[in-house]
């Protein structure tokens, strides 16, 4: 029934546009009453979403497994392609979604609240973990955005070529920035300097590590912002996508 509501809904959005779909639409097509449809999903943005309830209960639960011995940042790193692994489990539609994001205001701010909701999993963990170090909390989210911006900028490299390439190269390549300067060997391992975000000059090597640090109080939007502009090698091309 959830599948066949997604289909049915999703062969609409393609047809005639998402803002002229009604839920009457898509229960007409899949054959079944509206109270089934509300019975999977609260309205017609969630169905666009479907497995992403899923996949944060699945997130939610591995940070929850974690133990001692588990390094922090390679286990959000870890986590954050538990996500991967759901767009990579069906390219078509991932690819489909990924296009009528780009095309619906509303549907773009849906899914940033979902991004959100990921960011807040990985940065309660790190918090955690880091509760009573210096600068722990903040170091959590930092470290939860970074991780976030990184996956994203993978996943969205891998949409855009139609979810032809390799997903999973794409977003280890992305997540061994945050590891290489976050993890126990970064250079940001200890408390990060108050100084203004830098990066590597034009030209370095693939290898080299990259650094971005920014000063005390300075909003995430501005650190995600300095490692996309990084991870990217030029000007922040905007939020990251689906």
């Known amino acids: 029934m959830r599948e066949a509501l997604v289909a049915a809904a999703f062969r609409l959005f393609v047809e005639r546009g998402y803002e002229q779909t009604t839920v009457d639409d898509i229960v007409a097509l899949a054959g079944v009453g509206r109270r089934s449809f509300f019975r999977y999903f609260p309205s017609k943005e969630d169905v666009v979403f479907p497995d992403h309830e899923g996949c944060l209960a699945a997130m ?115 997540l061994a920035h945050v590891q290489g300067v976050f993890g126990p060997d970064g250079l940001a391992a200890g408390p990060p300097a108050r100084t203004s975000a830098t990066s590597a000059p034009a030209g370095a090597e693939d290898d080299d590590v ?14 995600v912002r300095e490692i996309e502009t990084t991870l990217n090698g030029g000007p922040e091309r905007g939020i990251p996508a689906d």
């Open 210 to 223: 990259v650094v971005v640090v920014s000063r005390r109080g300075a909003p995430l939007w501005r650190v």
């Open 60 to 174: 939610t639960a591995f940070l929850r497994d974690s133990g001692p011995a588990h390094e922090p940042v390679a286990r959000v790193c870890d986590a954050a392609r538990l996500v991967l692994r759901m767009y990579a489990e069906n390219p078509a539609f991932s690819v489909q979604r990924y296009r009528l994001t780009r095309k619906v205001p509303g549907l773009r701010a849906y899914e940033l609240s979902v991004v959100w909701r990921y960011e807040r999993a990985l940065a309660e963990y790190l918090r955690g973990r880091f509760a009573g170090l210096r600068d722990g909390t903040l170091r959590a989210d930092v470290i939860a955005a970074a991780v976030v911006a990184a996956h994203n900028n993978g996943l969205r490299a891998w949409l855009r070529s139609d979810g032809r390439g390799d997903a999973a190269a794409e977003v280890d390549h992305a």
